[in-house]
């Protein structure tokens, strides 16, 4: 069976990924530069290799963004510290990730190569990695295949099955489970990540399957000793929104504004998740049509923040700090693509309300279980839950350390999963 999907996926699926990325690179930028950077892939690694010579430890890491290289990087500053001499490599597939990741630890990022035979192999003779190490889902069949034959160990952390998930259709699930089976080890974030990954794929052929939690929760812990100097606001309470995208506007903007009608003395931030000058335009344009107008904030170093009612950010990075200056957050994603970076403003010991769409986050149902963050699916519902914890300050104290304690407890899995690259 293993030999017809091997055929399937290079005769039908990938060339058809292939020719799909080629014409959406025309119309969208950041396909585009992915798409340049895989072509240039094999390139950069030869001449870094030829220049540098080749080191028999070298661990490959590969993320498909930013938010992915959040889970590798406190893994990978371990692994440095540990093995000084080892040499890491960190591949991506998204700009956001390669061009916004950086540690000392890192002695060369570049884009993933195409995942087609000729490409993998020829990369995996040039680099001849110890040990691929995935983040959380971006794994490439022939990738995992190929390493498979040249006997290279290969790893997923942070992996996560949802119980709705496509790869439980039988046909679908053949396929994965013959990737699965060709990997050295697979570590999911949960307990019952892992349950259910044996419940739907069964342990026969597998490799060995343990829980070993999320190093997502280990990074947003080192940010706490950068920034929980600053101070939340005493006097008024700040609301914060993240990330926020055009499909889930018209709960907030309506929403957010009878707040303010409501409620004087509230401040508002508000972070859309493209913040370019269009975008800032257009959101500025909808709330004064509703009465209320508001501030540009466009600092990237200072975040001493303007004392207007309504302050619209138009700069990106600088969320993670500006959570530690809010109340309450709300974290965007969760009408569309899914919720974002729901760690960030819980660390920060703010209550995190989210959409809907929330399954592909472990840490949205702890917040959720632990009463630190809120799932809310209309307008009616976002208008009376703040109002609540704006209302009552012993009850959105207890819901930003619930949100804090969410953090705390999950913190570790860094430790543990080094331990298991090490050693395994």
């Known amino acids: 069976m293993k030999v017809f999907w091997v055929i399937f996926y290079n005769v039908i699926v990938y060339p058809l990924i292939f020719l799909s990325g080629m014409v959406l690179s025309v119309l969208q930028d950041k396909i585009r530069d992915s798409v340049k950077g895989k072509f240039s892939a094999i390139k950069i690694l030869k001449n870094y290799f030829k220049q540098n010579g080749y080191n028999p430890n070298t661990y490959w890491f590969h993320a498909s963004s930013l938010g992915e290289y959040y889970q590798i990087k406190p893994v990978l500053e371990g692994l440095k510290i540990i093995e000084p001499e080892s040499r890491f490599l960190v591949s991506f597939t998204s700009p956001s990730g390669y061009n916004n990741a950086y540690s000392d630890s890192i002695d060369l990022k570049f884009y993933m190569p195409f995942d087609f035979p000729w490409s993998v192999s020829r990369a995996l003779n040039i680099v001849r990695p110890k040990k691929v190490i995935f983040s959380s889902y971006d794994y490439w069949p022939n990738f995992i295949w190929i390493s498979k034959l040249k006997g290279i160990y290969t790893n997923v952390f942070a992996f996560r099955i949802r119980a709705s998930s496509l790869k439980r259709i039988p ?162 994603g969760g009408y569309s693509t899914g919720i974002h970076n729901v760690m960030e403003p819980a660390v920060a010991g703010v209550p995190v309300f989210f959409g809907p769409k929330y399954d592909h986050a472990h840490e949205a149902d702890e917040l959720l279980s632990s009463a630190g963050g809120f799932c809310i699916r209309d307008g009616g519902e976002f208008l009376s839950k703040i109002s609540e914890l704006i209302e009552d300050d012993d009850h959105l104290k207890i819901c930003g350390l619930a949100a804090k304690d969410v953090i705390q407890r999950n913190s570790g899995s860094s430790e543990k999963i080094i331990r298991e690259i090490v050693y395994e």
Request: charged share 25%.
């Open 171 to 332: 046909i679908i699930r053949n396929f994965f489970k013959n990737i699965y089976k060709s990997m050295s080890t697979i570590y999911t974030i949960s307990d019952q990540d892992r349950d259910l990954l044996n419940s739907v794929y069964g342990k026969k052929d597998m490799p060995p399957v343990k829980a070993m939690g999320n190093p997502r929760y280990d990074m947003v812990i080192q940010t706490e000793k950068i920034y929980d100097s600053y101070e939340k606001p005493s006097d008024y309470k700040r609301i914060i929104i993240g990330s926020a995208h055009e499909e889930e506007e018209n709960i907030l903007i309506p929403s957010l504004v009878s707040l303010i009608n409501s409620y004087p003395h509230l401040k508002i931030l508000y972070a859309p998740h493209e913040p370019n000058s269009d975008e800032i335009k257009r959101i500025k344009n909808k709330f004064k049509e509703q009465g209320i107008l508001s501030t540009i904030f466009t600092k990237q170093n200072d975040l001493t923040l303007p004392n207007d009612q309504l302050v619209i950010i138009g700069v990106v990075g600088v969320l993670s700090k500006l959570y530690w200056q809010s109340s309450i957050a709300y974290v965007g």
